[in-house]
């Protein structure tokens, strides 16, 4: 009895035992629809010598001989498929695992799926252009929001422009359940990261480093990126595309976002173009030629005076150039570059350049003959002056009169010409005593003229410095200085004297037989005897004798009745007085 309660005891806890594991796989080996319903288990070729766990059942064929990764369900339907497009779908809260390859008949493997995948959160760069100059790097960060328990997300990647291309640049938080190749990194804050490059073509990122941190359910890696340097071309709006997985193999889905890509190599120095010697106008263009290796756009800054001045943007290769105004006479200045990436290169050599201003004819004046100028017959000899004004203190080297009757200017009744330096061979161009002091006499201008006298004339005049700037016309009518000929010649002054050879002490007559012009009558008389006796007189005609011998100078100054007036002076030689005659006996 004893014996028979014994195995009855055994028997029991055996059962209860055998009845509690069986609870204990039921619930926590292979619970229905269990969190890890579908795993991926890496096998090491094609022919599935590595299974997967127990109670899970391997979801579709394997891949050719390779190593690689397969999925393991532990709720699976198998589904008859009509063709390769998959419109036979698999029920409510299942996935496809198992995808149909090529076209025809056949059945495709359907895993339970009850969590929700991973989702891709912001991602942002650090930089809104990557600059290429070989050290910098840039941050791509990245974050993923677990909508599942578990924490179950393996990978997230980054793809560069197409979005099946071999993800570089991935990290993984369960390095256990996915492996990476040997150029993996450990990440700041856990996990692991692949080294590979970004590649497309010619264009290559590295990653540097990366760093990772968890709030909450969300896991956020940064992604230090280095474009390696020298090959690398321009790209605007490159796609880059990110995605994240979990171990059951539900994925965010891709999320595009945008990067520019600049070379960053410093453009070259600027090569100055050397201004014309003291040959600049009022507005002068300050060049460069400027180059960029990496083909941007490209302006050349021009520092002017210790002030930026900005050329506009050229190709590689060509002048940038800006247009500057100054009254400045000198100025320092040189240049450096700066492509359409703000990227400068270093300055170009310092240059002088001369700004010279455009002359100007100023301060206009005219002078009339003086009286003794005008009295042989030379009333026309009239002096137009201007002052040569340069802010560059530069010279004349060049001038031209224009003369007219009217102020229209359209029919001028003596023009010059341009005129070169002083006494120039054409002799309607040349200077008396001095710049700016122009004899119209000399030109023969006004005799010319039907009635000359009492007449206002208009004039112009321009000049050019020695850089061969040309004024604009300065006139005489603006200036307030239009000149008037006088109404009629100067007086003609001549006299006789009698007798002709005169002695010491010698009674002379001396009769005026001056002529005056335009109607006009002698108004007065002024002699001027040397050693005589009277000195002076203001008649016509003069009794008079000297007092000393040898030669004396008398001056005759006649005015009419418009007060013109002129002088003649002669020299006369007077002899020794004649002896007393005395009467012989």
């Known amino acids: 009895m004893a014996t028979k309660s014994f195995n009855q005891l055994n028997n029991y806890i055996f059962f209860t035992s055998f009845f509690l594991m069986l609870m204990f796989c039921f619930v926590f080996v292979h619970p229905a629809k269990a969190i890890d319903n579908v795993i991926p288990v890496a096998y090491t070729n094609a022919l599935g010598d590595t299974s997967c766990p127990m109670n899970y059942l391997v979801a579709g064929e394997f891949p050719p001989a390779q190593n690689g990764t397969m999925h393991c369900c532990s709720d699976m339907q198998t589904v008859s498929y009509t063709d390769a497009l998959g419109d036979t779908m698999c029920p409510a809260g299942f996935k496809i695992y198992g995808v149909p390859q090529g076209s025809g008949n056949g059945t495709m493997s359907c895993c339970y799926e009850d969590q929700v995948p991973p989702a891709v959160g912001d991602v942002f760069f650090s930089t809104g252009t990557v600059l290429v100059s070989g050290t910098d790097t840039f941050t791509i960060t990245m974050k993923v929001i677990e909508n599942d328990s578990g924490f179950k997300t393996i990978r997230s990647m980054i793809f560069k422009d197409s979005h099946w291309s071999n993800p570089r640049g991935y990290y993984a938080w369960h390095p256990t359940s ?10 700041a804050g856990g996990g692991f990261a692949s080294k590979k490059s970004i590649s497309y073509g010619a264009n290559t990122v590295e990653l540097i480093s990366c760093l990772t941190s968890v709030s909450g359910n969300e896991r956020t890696v940064n992604f230090e990126i280095r474009p390696i340097k020298g090959v690398w071309t321009n790209v605007d709006n490159f796609d880059v595309a990110v995605y994240a997985d979990d171990m059951d193999g539900n994925n965010s889905g891709w999320k595009d976002f945008w990067l520019n890509i600049n070379s960053n190599v410093m453009p070259d120095i600027p090569s100055l173009v050397k201004p014309p010697d003291n040959v600049l106008t009022d507005d002068f263009d300050f060049c460069a030629t400027v180059a960029d290796i990496d083909g941007d756009e490209i302006k050349a800054v021009f520092v002017i005076g210790g002030t930026e001045y900005n050329g506009n943007f050229v190709s590689s290769g060509l002048n940038s150039c800006y247009t500057y105004t100054s009254n400045l006479l000198g100025v320092n200045w040189h240049a450096y570059a700066v492509d359409t990436n703000g990227i400068t290169s270093n300055n170009s050599v310092t240059w002088k350049a ?18 003794s100028e005008a009295c042989a017959l030379n009333i026309f000899n009239v002096y137009l002056k201007w002052n040569f004004i340069d802010s560059a203190f530069d010279t004349e080297s060049a001038y031209q009169i224009i003369i007219d009757d009217d102020a229209d200017m359209a029919s001028p009744i003596f023009d010059s010409g341009k005129c070169l330096g002083f006494n120039n061979p054409n002799s309607n161009c040349s200077i008396d005593v001095e710049i700016g002091n122009f004899s119209l006499r000399t030109h023969g201008f006004l005799p010319l003229q039907t009635d000359p006298y009492n007449k206002e004339y208009y004039w112009w005049v321009k000049v050019w410095d020695s850089s061969n700037l040309e004024s604009p016309w300065a006139s005489s009518d603006t200036s307030g200085v239009n000149f008037t000929t006088y109404k009629h010649e100067f007086p003609y002054i001549d006299f006789i004297f009698s007798p002709a050879i005169i002695s010491k002490d010698e009674e002379v007559l001396f009769t005026d037989t001056s002529v005056t012009y335009g109607g006009t009558d002698i108004a007065s008389w002024e002699w001027n005897f040397e050693s005589g006796n009277p000195l002076t007189s203001i008649a016509s005609s003069v009794q008079m ?19 013109y007036y002129c002088n003649k002076t002669e020299a006369i030689d007077i002899n020794y007085a004649l002896p007393d005659w005395v009467e012989a006996h």
């Open 178 to 187: 996915y492996y990476f190749t040997d150029d993996q990194i450990v990440c």
């Open 354 to 371: 001369i700004i010279n201003q455009t002359p100007i004819a100023g301060d206009l004046s005219f002078l009339n003959p003086t009286a």
């Open 545 to 563: 004798f000297f007092t000393g011998k040898g030669t004396k100078n008398i001056n005759l100054k006649v005015t009419d009745d418009d007060l």
